[in-house]
């Protein structure tokens, strides 16, 4: 199975702030990667696909990019509603896996 | 609107079964391939089981031999019978849709869930 480790599990950021996320695979998944965003009580929503591509309606301080095992989220400007659990995911092959999930806390 | 309605969910004994439902709409469950995720409490989102529109299915080493996955066309809607539960399949049970395009992969939509709470 292909393990995908996120780090941090916990960041502590403010609003305006540029944040990096990193999700690192146990084998190469060529750019086989999403970025999901959830919040509390809710479904998780695809923000990112194919490792940098913006889902439609996401906003543009959302990006991706990263290729084979080395993979980044970046918000360049945190707003109020961005605070929330992030995952990875690689669809590369079954089982598709999760990161381990970023908590995203205001300071 | 392209969504997924999640169902079925509830507390049960150790040993038990329960069988969750997917109503979709906005396109055809059997031409896609879905998936059931679930979170359990306080960890992340953990896989568990995909039929394939091919009609092959895969699971989880987690639930391999317990849970079976499946669909009515007819009703547009996917299953997930769970059986010989155990505590630690307590979690939110998603399910969700396997897009392939524009030379990606990714899921969606997703549904709210349905709690599924293994207890004595």
């Known amino acids: 199975d292909i393990q995908l480790t996120q780090s941090p599990s916990f960041l502590s950021a403010s609003v305006g702030d540029r944040v990096t996320i990193t999700c690192r695979a146990s084998q190469g998944i060529s750019s086989y990667l999403a970025w999901y965003q959830q919040k509390p009580g809710k479904a998780p929503k695809l923000l990112i696909y194919?490792?940098?591509t913006l889902q439609s309606g996401v906003p543009s301080r959302f990006s991706g990019s990263g290729s084979e095992t080395e993979f980044t989220l970046t918000i360049s400007s945190l707003q109020p509603e961005d605070f929330a659990t992030y995952y990875c995911?690689?669809?590369?092959?079954?089982?598709?896996?999760f990161g381990q999930g970023t908590k995203l806390e205001i300071k | 609107e392209v969504q997924v309605v999640e169902s079925g969910g509830g507390l049960v004994q150790p040993g038990g079964s329960l069988r969750l439902s997917c109503a979709a709409s906005?396109?055809?469950?059997?031409?896609?391939?879905m998936s059931w995720v679930r979170r359990a409490p306080g960890k992340g989102l953990e896989w568990v089981s995909v039929i394939y529109s091919g009609d092959y299915k895969y699971y989880a080493d987690s639930v391999k031999g317990r849970f079976t996955i499946s669909r009515d066309n007819s009703k547009n809607t996917l299953y997930l019978q769970m059986n010989s539960l155990k505590t630690e399949d307590t979690a939110v049970y998603y399910c969700a849709r396997e897009v392939v395009a524009s030379g990606g992969r990714w899921f969606d939509p997703w549904g709210q869930g349905t709690l599924v709470i293994v207890s004595s």
């Open positions: 194919a490792a940098s």
């Open positions: 906005g396109f055809t469950v059997s031409s896609n391939d």
């Open positions: 995911q690689q669809l590369s092959s079954y089982p598709y896996t």
